[in-house]
């Protein structure tokens, strides 16, 4: 055993040894559980233990707990060291509170209280150890008691410089933490001129807590563009002789000066133009060491001054206002597309994609365009090909649109699966977005459809559809080409889609050809329909309907197929009853009944197209909202997606989004159209290639708004229910007594008000208010502060309704914004009409908007008023919190008026999986293994408002004996919590 000088702790040393020395598992778990006997009762026997046998025995359990044992003893000892002046034994003490004291200790403010003491000591060495301890633990607790003493060290003129060092990283550990825990003072304005400080370790610290300070309020630290400029300047001036002590194989401070390029890019180009001049000459001194001859072969050399350079590039593209430099820089990326360093290829491939947003350096890039298209076909590694991709999609123009998307389609046959459906995306938009010609167009989603037709998802199909419905130019050629492409042996299913739907539109326009005539047409759809999907037959069934229409001469034929079992008695009720419906029409009705329910379909609205929606989905910051033009602004776009190029002229048509089936409707998260103006009601018959929803009667309006016509003339209502619910059979067509009751008191609430509203506080949707003349459905949707509630108002009877008025009325402004759009006058009979409510939650409220309506019938004013189902419990979202946090949190939230408790019967049998659902409706999350008894509910959720956010604890403890709960809420506001407690308490 080596010999211990001095210090060195010989017991330890000793210990060490005989733990290496053991043979097996066991013998070391023997050798440790004598130890730690032996250190307790020295803990709780020996009164006279001094400063050095504590610090030893700390040290063993300390090294105890590296080995992987628990240590449940000697905390207190560990905080005991804090108070020796021996540096030893205080370096001991913070090194075991730091590995073994959590946030949660009981210790921590007694741990707390020693740190301060040390802060306002003399000691620089006590100092340092100090704010190490502070940034490695870093709670709460610490930021709330130390939060304005770590600011005082920092800007202090006696301060010394490897404690303002240290204070800068602790402060910054303590500001992320917790940033309201640190209080404003002078310390934030003085923090910036740590960027002039001679320490150049002083300044990278202060760099990178300036970098957050200015991400939460940039307008307060305005001041430090300046000085990071100035410092930037000094570093890529000098040469790597005169930065020594930081120089990097042969490049000047890298960290610092990738630190400060992106303390830049937080804000826009300096208005300064002695400043941005300063800045423009640093940013073209990078960019010509980059194109010097490297000072070292090793990577390290490479690294740092390629980190260097792409910050500053990065710092290029986000100003956006330097023409010179921005060519530059992307012909210096140019030169890496081709480097045999696979990471430079990456990041260039990357940088050029954001280069290609600038209209100054967009010509530039498409210079490289043959280079990437070659990048695309052999690069091996799949991360670099797609960015290749999206370097293409980019770049492209109306100039090179045809000659990129052929590329992309090339290739696409033997591209990665994983960067398929991505690639199938990006090339139906670059086609529709530039098509001169929109034969083109349809040539290329059909070869689209036919090499990748696995990836080709709804949104290309439906677009390609609407597309040739909006223009008739292409209509002829659409259903020749699609009738071509049908004829291949082998045909995807989406082609067959697409098939059927234009030949159902626009057969008759090749009907004249005797290779194209209708019974040739159908028996090609027809042969196709066995391989099929059911929602595939469906639309093949809706096209064979719409060729009786169009082609009477094969109606028999057509009625043949709708007659057979394998329709008639089809197991999938949706075909069955598709197949009985489109056989009693045309059977049935006349032809100009048949002719008006089987019209052409109208043009659809402008609106943006979904496959933009899409993309922004997948990769939200590839597809920017609008196109980039050099506005200095600092805010980078990659693609031009929804616009067109800076150098080409705008599309002329803009064709509007798909036509979505009820189907896919459903699936789309943004039900309200939360990010999208919502189209205007078209009083229209839907098309029946629409997929249906089950409505009694021979109704043909299968889409989500109402059918005009009642065509079957069968007993089903009129109206077409949006939540697919069937109207009551025998509902009375007469107003007797709700019309009365209606009308009776202009200001009461409408019967059953208090119960619907209730039923909307553990969901968003639903049916709100239904009488014999009028059914109100809801669909609400909330994000943050904000929310969006859709009022659809159904008119359930034939007549007309006059005057027809709705408002919404809030008792306080200032705390609920409400803002809507009135709705048209007369709602026609069997109609349906929507109204848009926005709602911004600015405080916690406790008062409900009530919905106000007024109209005629039959000269009789009706007037309804309902509670709209808004609570505060609805701008609230869950949150995890681990078992610790919530009990942590629970105490803190321990004054009696923060908590509403409540014990009620429940209303019936007590379901485990239903009150989950309940509760995960009302906004909370579950957070299961909390609470010891498995039968209990704990649950957390932060309700959002303009101000603040209020958090949320609840527990619910069912007695399923009894049949009562125990429902308890803590939240920081009395008022909150009596609220959501009585929201709950009726929901069990």
């Given at each position: 055993m080596p010999t211990v000088k001095g210090d060195g702790m010989r017991g330890l040393a000793v210990f060490i040894s005989d733990i290496r020395n053991c043979k097996s598992k066991e013998a070391e778990v023997k050798r440790i559980n004598k130890e730690l006997a032996n250190i307790r009762s020295k803990f709780k026997g020996d009164k006279t233990l001094d400063g050095y046998q504590k610090k030893k025995y700390v040290c063993k359990l300390l090294f105890i707990f590296l080995l992987g044992h628990d240590i449940d003893f000697g905390h207190m000892e560990a905080v005991n060291l804090l108070s020796s002046n021996k540096y030893t034994e205080k370096q001991i003490g913070y090194l075991f509170i730091s590995v073994l004291v959590n946030e949660n200790s009981d210790l921590i403010q007694l741990v707390i209280q020693n740190i301060k003491t040390d802060l306002m000591s003399r000691n620089p060495i006590h100092i340092n150890l100090a704010l190490h301890c502070i940034a490695n633990i870093g709670s709460k607790a610490m930021a709330e008691g130390l939060g304005a003493e770590v600011p005082k060290l920092l800007v202090s003129a006696d301060t010394i410089d490897q404690v303002k060092q240290s204070a800068s990283l602790c402060l910054l550990r303590l500001y992320r933490t917790s940033a309201e825990s640190i209080p404003a003072g002078e310390w934030q304005s003085r923090v910036i001129h740590l960027l002039n400080d001679q320490h150049m370790g002083v300044v990278t610290a202060a760099c990178s807590l300036i970098h957050d300070l200015v991400q939460k309020n940039p307008d307060d630290f305005k001041g430090c563009v300046s000085l990071a400029v100035s410092r930037l300047s000094r570093i890529v001036t000098s040469s790597y002789t005169d930065l020594q002590d930081y120089t990097y194989y042969f490049v000047p401070a890298p960290w610092l000066s990738v630190k400060l390029l992106r303390l830049m890019q937080m804000y826009g180009p300096p208005d300064d133009p002695a400043i941005r001049g300063r800045l423009n000459e640093c940013l073209e001194t990078i960019l010509n060491k980059a194109q010097e001859p490297p000072k070292s072969k090793k990577v390290q050399h490479s690294n740092s001054k390629n980190a260097v350079l792409f910050e500053a590039i990065n710092l290029i593209i986000h100003h956006d206002s330097e023409p010179n430099l921005l060519v530059r820089a992307c012909n210096q990326l140019g030169q890496f597309l081709q480097h045999r360093e696979t990471n430079l290829r990456y990041l260039a491939l990357e940088s050029m994609c954001l280069l290609a947003s600038s209209e100054f350096s967009r010509e530039a890039v498409k210079k490289h365009q043959e280079t990437v298209v070659t990048s695309l076909k052999t690069e091996r590694d799949v991360s670099v090909r797609q960015r290749a991709v999206d370097l293409l999609y980019a770049m492209c123009d109306r100039s090179n649109a045809e000659e990129i998307v052929g590329e992309m389609l090339d290739y696409l046959e033997k591209a990665d699966y994983s960067i398929r459906e991505e690639m199938v995306l990006k090339v139906a938009i670059l086609a529709e977005k530039f098509a001169v010609d929109y034969t083109w167009y349809v040539d290329t989603i059909l070869n689209l459809i036919r090499i990748a037709g696995d990836y080709v998802s709804e949104e290309v199909w439906y677009r390609v559809i609407q597309i040739v419905i909006n223009r008739e130019d292409v209509q002829g050629y659409a259903a020749k080409t699609v009738f071509e492409a049908l004829q291949a042996p082998a045909c995807h299913e989406n082609m067959v889609k697409v098939g059927g739907y234009i030949l159902g539109e626009f057969g008759n326009l090749i009907a004249g050809d005797p290779r194209s005539s209708p019974l040739v047409q159908f028996n090609l759809l027809h042969s196709k329909f066995h391989l099929c999907s059911p929602s595939t037959r469906g639309l093949l069934l809706s096209a064979y309907v719409k060729f009786i229409n169009l082609f009477p001469e094969i109606k028999m034929t057509i009625q043949d197929v709708l007659k057979s079992d394998n329709q008639l008695r089809n197991a999938d009720a949706e075909l069955q009853q598709r197949a009985v419906e489109y056989l009693y029409l045309s059977a049935k009705t006349t032809a100009d009944v048949l002719a008006t329910v089987l019209e052409e379909m109208p043009p659809f609205p402008e609106r943006e197209s979904s496959l933009l929606a899409k993309l922004k989905k997948k990769k939200p910051n590839v597809v920017p909202t609008e196109p980039k033009k050099g506005t200095g602004k600092g805010v980078v776009e990659v693609n031009n997606t929804a616009g067109e190029s800076s150098t080409d002229e705008p599309v002329s048509v803009s064709p509007p989004s798909p036509p979505q089936p009820a189907a896919a409707a459903v699936a789309s998260t943004d039900l309200l159209g939360l990010d999208s103006a919502p189209a205007p009601a078209q009083p229209t018959v839907q098309s029946i290639f629409e997929s249906p929803t089950t409505v009694p009667g021979l109704d043909i309006g299968f889409g989500a708004a109402p059918a005009v016509n009642n065509v079957g003339g069968g007993g089903g209502s009129l109206l077409v229910d949006v939540f697919g619910a069937p109207p009551a059979a025998?509902?009375?067509?007469?107003?007797?007594?709700?019309?009365?009751?209606?009308?009776?008191?202009?200001?009461?609430?409408?019967?059953?008000?208090?119960?619907?509203?209730?039923?909307?506080?553990?969901?968003?949707?639903?049916?709100?208010?239904?009488?014999?003349?009028?059914?109100?459905?809801?669909?609400?949707?909330?994000?943050?502060n904000l929310g969006r509630v859709g009022l659809f108002?159904?008119?359930?009877?034939?007549y007309q309704f006059h005057g027809f008025k709705s408002g919404v009325t809030t008792p306080n402004e200032d705390e609920l914004g409400v803002q809507f759009q009135p709705v048209g006058e007369v709602v026609e009979g069997g109609a349906q009409v929507q109204q848009m409510i926005n709602l911004e939650c600015k405080t916690d409220f406790l008062d409900i908007p009530t919905l106000q309506i007024q109209f005629q019938y039959a000269g009789i004013p009706q007037h309804i008023n309902l509670k709209v189902p808004v609570m505060i419990s609805k701008f609230m979202y869950p949150t995890e919190m681990s078992s610790a946090d919530f009990f942590s949190r629970w105490k803190q939230l321990s004054i009696p008026s923060q908590e509403a408790q409540n014990i009620f019967k429940a209303e019936g049998p007590v379901d485990k999986e239903a009150n989950k659902t309940k509760l995960l409706g009302f906004g909370l999350s579950l957070l299961e293994g909390v609470d010891p008894n498995p039968e209990n509910f704990v649950s957390a959720g932060i309700i959002n408002t303009k101000g603040a956010q209020i958090g949320c604890l609840l527990r619910l403890e069912p007695n399923l004996q009894a049949m009562m709960y125990r429902l308890t809420l803590r939240t920081s506001k009395e008022s909150v919590s009596r609220e959501l407690c009585e929201l709950l308490s009726t929901q069990f």
């Open positions: 025998g509902q009375p067509a007469t107003v007797q007594n709700n019309v009365a009751a209606a009308a009776t008191d202009q200001n009461a609430m409408a019967p059953g008000a208090e119960d619907n509203f209730r039923k909307f506080v553990c969901k968003n949707n639903g049916v709100l208010f239904e009488n014999d003349l009028l059914q109100i459905g809801v669909k609400s949707e909330y994000r943050a108002f159904g008119n359930k009877t034939s």
